[in-house]
Structures are given as structure tokens and as C-alpha cells.
């Protein structure tokens, strides 16, 4: 396969409720997760829903981080996609589990790209 890319799928379990449920917290931890890691952000959406959770997305020139939280079940799943090779994904993804206070972070690394095969 020609690798085109890493995927990093993050199940965070046992995180705070408060910060889950916290929109502001989430982006500025998003933001950070994005930036500190060598990201060049190009935009953002946030959403808050009633009656909790939050859900939203960095893109980055690199591509993009995705967040969606159940503060009712302490949960957070994660995406983090980068195709560039100054982006620092294991740095991101330290970021979002500590900034989430996740007792039981679960992480899966993916390849992406295309099978040469044909």
C-alpha cells in the first residue's frame, strides 16, 4: 500500500463530565491539540447540544480532528487524519487524552492509502 496518511481513532473512557459538556473547554483543547502538534489550521466548527454532549472539528491543512463527547457515559470518541509529515499525531492525541483527564484511553493507528496491489 502507498501510504497517503495516518489515522488515529481515539475511544477516551472515563473522562471529566464537566469538560465534555463544556464547549468553550473543548474548542480551546481542540485548538491546542491542533497547534501545538505543527498543524496549520484552516477553519472550525462547534456545536453544543441540548441536553449536553459537544461535537466539533479542526480542519488543518493537513487535514482534520474531529471530536464528539457523551459527558453521560464520561466518553469521547476522537479522529485525528494527518497527511502531512509536520504534523506530530501521537502529540495531538496526548493533548486531547490529558486535556479530557481520560482514565482509559483506547487508540487505534491506521494507514491510509492505496493499494498497490492493482
Not at 4 to 14: F, K, N, P, R, Y
Request: charged share 20%; net charge negative.
Amino acid at each position: 500500500m502507498k501510504s497517503l496518511g495516518t489515522q488515529i481513532l481515539l475511544d477516551l473512557q472515563e473522562c471529566d463530565p464537566n469538560i465534555l459538556d463544556d464547549l468553550t473547554a473543548i474548542k480551546a483543547l481542540m485548538l491546542s491539540a491542533a497547534e501545538s502538534a505543527g498543524a496549520t489550521i484552516i477553519g472550525e466548527t462547534f456545536h453544543k447540544f441540548s441536553p449536553v454532549g459537544v461535537t466539533g472539528v479542526i480542519s488543518i491543512a493537513e487535514s482534520h480532528i474531529f471530536i464528539h463527547t457523551w459527558p453521560e457515559h464520561l466518553y469521547a470518541s476522537v479522529d485525528i487524519f494527518s497527511c502531512g509529515e509536520n504534523f506530530d499525531l501521537e502529540k495531538s492525541a496526548r493533548i486531547l487524552i490529558e486535556g479530557l483527564s481520560s482514565s482509559i484511553p483506547r487508540q487505534k493507528i491506521v494507514e491510509r492509502g492505496i493499494d498497490t496491489a492493482f
